[in-house]
Antibody, heavy 117, light 106 residues
Framework: QVQVVESGGGLVKPGGSLRLSCAAS????????MSWIRQPPGKGLEWISF????????YYADSVKGRFTISRDNTKKSLYLQMNSLRDEDTAMYYC??????????WGQGTLVTVSS | DIQMTQSPSSLSASVGDRVTITCQAS??????LNWYQHKPGIAPKLLIY???ILETGVPSRFSGSGSGTDFTFSITSLQPEDIATYYC????????FGGGTKVEIK
């Protein structure tokens, strides 16, 4: 069955960096756009980034543009999110999602990122 | 920028009741609207895409309608397992979510 499993979350100080990973299984990874969506504690959902099948097209929300970088390795069926210059407001559950702008049809359970001094 | 206004923010209903949630876009988005279900500690789930198409495996008591700027999501007969927060989401480059509707059992 389709599965996406996030890892790499944790506690980081403001200004620090973190790299999230997402391992995909149960589908042909290279056939799908992939996305990262986040949810701050007690708040709603925000689609922050997606990447095309080959990785040549990437989208970033204004809130993370210039600080976060999405990438993928189709040989490893993996998606990544490099997060730099982290801020308090980046504290959130981060979800790996199969799909791009059109819709996200499978979500992982999320990995928690906490930015705090 | 497109804004998505979802209402109500929460509701309480009895088992078997019909539940309706609305989502309004600030400009015409055609039928580019998805609905998701999110239960605490569980991965969010796509229920409806393109405003009215039921995702495979989703029970038929869930439905969606609308186009342009006004959209509706319904549960025809609320079940205990439907307790969750529901989100609309505009598909397309902005991919904005509505604020969510928390559904509880009365």
């Amino acid at each position: 069955q389709v599965q996406v499993v996030e890892s790499g979350g944790g506690l980081v100080k403001p200004g620090g960096s973190l790299r999230l990973s997402c391992a995909a299984s149960g589908f042909i990874f290279s056939d799908y756009y992939m996305s990262w969506i986040r949810q701050p504690p007690g708040k709603g959902l925000e689609w922050i980034s997606f990447i095309s099948r080959s990785g040549d097209t990437k989208y970033y929300a204004d809130s993370v543009k210039g600080r976060f970088t999405i990438s993928r390795d189709n040989t490893k069926k993996s998606l990544y999110l490099q997060m730099n210059s982290l801020r308090d407001e980046d504290t959130a559950m981060y979800y790996c999602v199969r799909g791009g702008a059109r819709r996200g049809d499978y979500w992982g359970q999320g990995t928690l990122v906490t930015v705090s001094s | 920028d497109i804004q998505m206004t979802q209402s109500p923010s929460s509701l309480s209903a009895s088992v078997g009741d019909r539940v309706t949630i609305t989502c309004q876009a600030s400009q015409d988005i055609s039928n580019c609207l998805n609905w998701y279900q999110h239960k605490p500690g569980i991965a969010p789930k796509l229920l409806i895409y393109d405003a009215s198409i039921l995702e495979t495996g989703v029970p038929s008591r869930f439905s969606g309608s609308g186009s342009g700027t006004d959209f509706t999501f319904s549960i025809t007969s609320l079940q205990p397992e439907d307790i969750a927060t529901y989100y609309c989401q505009q598909c397309g480059i902005s991919m904005l979510f509505g604020g969510g509707t928390k559904v509880e059992i009365k």
